[in-house]
């Protein structure tokens, strides 16, 4: 049986469609994907993201436990508030997850990981910090929300506990503050600016209704990943997975190499691999044909010969063409073929993100 979140009851007053979402009933819309997709590009909007899995960790060796988890360094971490991204890899070096962590002291971390891998990576935390002591906190009588857009700061300021105002206004971005179990970061997955808001359920439905009362409307998943998409997020069990490591996901930014005695899961094969230079790598896409869409799963030619395939695909409401994330062979492209209907169709290579802050990071003129 699906699982509901503490505002289930919101989303069905809204008329939203109901979907199951790795076990979780979740909102695909409210009505409209496209009026959705530019509500957070243009003003803002708020999802519904209690799904996740938000996991505090907690002791002397909490820092040392995960900078031999992660595949980023949290010795960057140097004040409390500060968050990183990073992969969670195994020891084939192959990606588990992918999270964000925040400091909040010297011994207390707080991880935001997806919906999808909550049993696994929980099992596989608790499996690793057994040598390090750490006490792990698996929260489940937390709410998030996610409020995203160009006015979302200015417009969900009002609503956030006044002892926590201030210190929200003020936030650097991939920094967070707390009161109490108010925890407010400002952090995203849709190219915009805005906060993430972890808070107790039982004020969850009150601050929801806030927020709709300050002109913030509700969000789905299909604009979720519409606008991820533009932005270049990658999307776990999609674009990454337990077959593929950081350097095949384009993600070799997350890789802390240095310093070169740090020991960190997945480290070895990720260096033979990272040497040998011979894996795929992950591009991003433009269909120069209006008439097609990019979906998953379709192939990708490179001079004729089937070399690649389709990750992620949608049509940007953005931009006005369809765009894509796709797995590659390592030579650099100007253009590839994609198989579609039966088709050949021709796409631009370009490098994500395709949109931030509602405008264009990439030339959209046909190659």
């Given at each position: 049986?699906s699982k509901?979140?503490?505002?289930?009851?919101?989303?069905l007053?809204a008329?939203a469609?109901?979907?199951?979402?790795?076990g979780w009933?979740?909102?695909?819309?409210?009505?409209?994907?496209l009026?959705?997709?530019?509500?957070?590009r243009?003003?803002?909007?708020?999802?519904?993201v209690?799904h996740?899995?938000?996991l505090d960790l907690?002791?002397q060796?909490?820092?040392?436990?995960?900078?031999?988890?992660?595949?980023?360094?949290?010795?960057?971490l140097?004040e409390?508030?500060?968050?990183?991204?990073?992969?969670m890899?195994n020891?084939r070096?192959?990606?588990?997850?992918d999270l964000i962590v925040?400091?909040?002291?010297?011994?207390?971390?707080?991880m935001?990981?997806?919906?999808?891998?909550?049993?696994?990576?929980?099992n596989w935390?608790?499996?690793q910090?057994?040598?390090f002591?750490?006490?792990?906190?698996?929260?489940?009588?937390?709410?998030?929300l996610a409020?995203?857009?160009?006015?979302?700061?200015d417009?969900?300021?009002?609503?956030l506990?006044?002892e926590?105002?201030?210190?929200?206004?003020?936030?650097k971005p991939?920094?967070?503050?707390?009161?109490?179990?108010w925890f407010?970061?400002?952090?995203g997955?849709?190219?915009?600016?805005?906060?993430?808001?972890?808070?107790?359920?039982?004020?969850a439905q009150?601050?929801?209704d806030?927020?709709l009362?300050?002109?913030?409307?509700p969000?789905?998943?299909?604009?979720?990943?519409?606008l991820?998409?533009?932005?270049?997020?990658?999307l776990?069990g999609?674009?990454?997975?337990?077959n593929?490591?950081?350097?095949?996901?384009?993600l070799?930014?997350t890789?802390?190499w240095t310093?070169?005695?740090?020991?960190?899961?997945?480290?070895?094969a990720?260096?033979?691999?990272?040497?040998?230079?011979?894996?795929?790598?992950?591009?991003?896409?433009?269909?120069?044909?209006?008439?097609?869409?990019?979906?998953?799963h379709q192939?990708?030619?490179?001079?004729?010969?089937?070399e690649?395939?389709i990750?992620s695909?949608?049509?940007s409401?953005?931009?006005?063409?369809?765009?894509?994330?796709a797995?590659?062979?390592p030579?650099v492209h100007?253009q590839?073929t994609?198989?579609?209907?039966?088709?050949?169709?021709?796409a631009?290579?370009?490098?994500?993100p395709?949109?931030?802050?509602g405008k264009?990071c990439?030339?959209?003129e046909?190659a």
């Amino acid at each position: 049986m699906s699982k509901k979140t503490p505002l289930y009851a919101k989303h069905l007053q809204a008329n939203a469609k109901m979907v199951d979402f790795h076990g979780w009933l979740m909102p695909l819309h409210y009505g409209s994907q496209l009026t959705e997709h530019h509500q957070v590009r243009r003003d803002a909007g708020v999802f519904d993201v209690s799904h996740m899995t938000v996991l505090d960790l907690s002791g002397q060796r909490a820092r040392e436990f995960l900078r031999y988890l992660l595949a980023n360094d949290v010795a960057k971490l140097k004040e409390a508030g500060q968050a990183l991204y990073s992969c969670m890899l195994n020891e084939r070096g192959k990606v588990l997850d992918d999270l964000i962590v925040y400091q909040q002291t010297e011994t207390q971390f707080r991880m935001v990981c997806n919906a999808a891998t909550r049993d696994k990576v929980s099992n596989w935390i608790k499996k690793q910090a057994k040598n390090f002591g750490v006490r792990i906190q698996d929260s489940l009588h937390y709410a998030m929300l996610a409020i995203q857009g160009p006015t979302a700061r200015d417009k969900t300021l009002p609503c956030l506990p006044p002892e926590l105002q201030s210190a929200a206004l003020g936030l650097k971005p991939f920094h967070s503050c707390w009161s109490e179990q108010w925890f407010v970061a400002r952090t995203g997955y849709t190219g915009e600016d805005g906060f993430e808001v972890i808070l107790p359920v039982p004020q969850a439905q009150s601050f929801w209704d806030n927020l709709l009362l300050a002109g913030i409307k509700p969000i789905g998943l299909a604009a979720r990943d519409t606008l991820r998409l533009e932005a270049g997020m990658r999307l776990y069990g999609t674009d990454l997975d337990e077959n593929h490591s950081p350097l095949e996901s384009g993600l070799e930014w997350t890789v802390a190499w240095t310093p070169p005695n740090r020991e960190f899961i997945g480290r070895d094969a990720l260096e033979e691999q990272r040497q040998r230079r011979e894996h795929s790598i992950m591009v991003g896409l433009i269909l120069n044909d209006k008439r097609g869409v990019l979906r998953g799963h379709q192939t990708v030619y490179l001079e004729n010969r089937e070399e690649g395939q389709i990750t992620s695909g949608t049509f940007s409401p953005t931009l006005g063409m369809s765009i894509g994330l796709a797995r590659v062979p390592p030579e650099v492209h100007e253009q590839v073929t994609v198989a579609i209907r039966n088709k050949q169709l021709t796409a631009k290579v370009v490098k994500p993100p395709f949109v931030r802050h509602g405008k264009a990071c990439i030339d959209i003129e046909p190659a």
